[in-house]
C-alpha cells in the first residue's frame, strides 16, 4: 500500500476562475462528471455522529439541488434517520477520481416538506417504493427470507394500485454553511478553495494550503 500513489495532473482550480457562489461551481463541477460518464456522479458519503460522537458515514445518492440545498432520500427510522434527528449537522464528500476531484460539505439537514417527498415518491420505480414498505432499514432481521416475504406481503397489499409513500420514508434538504473544492495536482500541491457563509448570507472564497 506505501507504493501505491498516483501523479494528478488532468485539470486545475484558480480562485479567478472560479463562480463566486459554491452551488454554481459544485453544479459546474457535477456537469463535467456527467459528462465524463463518471459511474454514480451523485453519490456521496454522508457523515452523521450518535449521541455520543460517535460518526457514522455511509455512501448515499443525491437527488436533486434545490435553492442552494442538497436533497437527499431515506427512511426516517433509520439508523441515520434517528441520529439525523438528534443532530442535524452533517457532512457530505463527493470524490470523482477520474477527474482527480473532490467536493466536502459541511451543512444542516432539515426534513422536506411532505408534499416534497410525496412528489419524489411517485417517481420512483415501483420496485424502490414497495422496498421502501419493505425494509425495516438498520434493524436486526433473520435472513433474507424475511425481507422476500415482506416485499410478497406489500405486492399483494398494493396490487393494482399506486404505492402510497410510508411516513416513515422522505427527503431531507442540507443547507450548507461550508463547501471546500479539491483538485489533484502534480506532487501533491493540490488546489484547494474553501467558501464558507458570512451572517449577511454571502460567501467568502480563500484558498487553502493542500
Not at 462528471?33 to 452523521?48: D, H, I, K, Y
Not at 477520481?97 to 415518491?121: H, I
Amino acid at each position: 500500500l506505501a507504493d501505491l500513489r498516483e501523479e494528478y495532473v488532468r485539470h486545475q482550480l484558480n480562485i479567478a476562475d472560479a463562480a463566486t457562489d459554491p452551488m454554481v461551481q459544485f453544479n459546474h463541477w457535477l456537469q463535467e462528471a456527467m459528462n465524463a460518464e463518471v459511474p454514480e456522479p451523485n453519490a456521496f458519503t454522508l457523515s452523521t455522529v450518535d449521541q455520543s460522537g460517535q460518526p457514522f458515514s455511509r455512501v448515499v445518492l443525491l437527488k436533486g439541488l434545490e435553492n442552494g440545498k442538497f436533497v437527499f432520500y431515506t427512511n426516517f427510522q433509520s439508523r441515520k434517520g434517528l441520529q439525523l434527528a438528534e443532530n442535524p449537522k452533517v457532512a457530505l464528500s463527493f470524490l470523482w477520481l477520474e477527474l482527480e476531484r473532490q467536493v466536502t460539505v459541511l451543512g444542516t439537514a432539515k426534513k422536506q416538506s411532505a408534499a416534497s417527498s410525496d412528489a419524489y415518491f411517485a417517481v420512483r420505480p415501483r420496485g424502490s417504493q414497495l422496498g421502501a414498505w419493505t425494509s425495516p432499514q438498520s434493524e436486526e432481521i433473520p435472513n433474507r427470507a424475511f425481507l422476500e416475504e415482506r416485499e410478497r406481503t406489500y405486492q399483494k397489499k398494493f396490487e393494482g394500485q399506486e404505492v402510497p409513500r410510508p411516513d416513515h420514508w422522505g427527503g431531507y434538504d442540507i443547507t450548507p454553511h461550508s463547501v471546500e473544492f479539491w483538485q489533484g495536482r502534480r506532487s501533491r500541491l493540490h488546489d484547494r478553495l474553501l467558501y464558507t457563509q458570512t451572517n449577511e448570507g454571502k460567501w467568502d472564497r480563500r484558498r487553502l494550503a493542500p
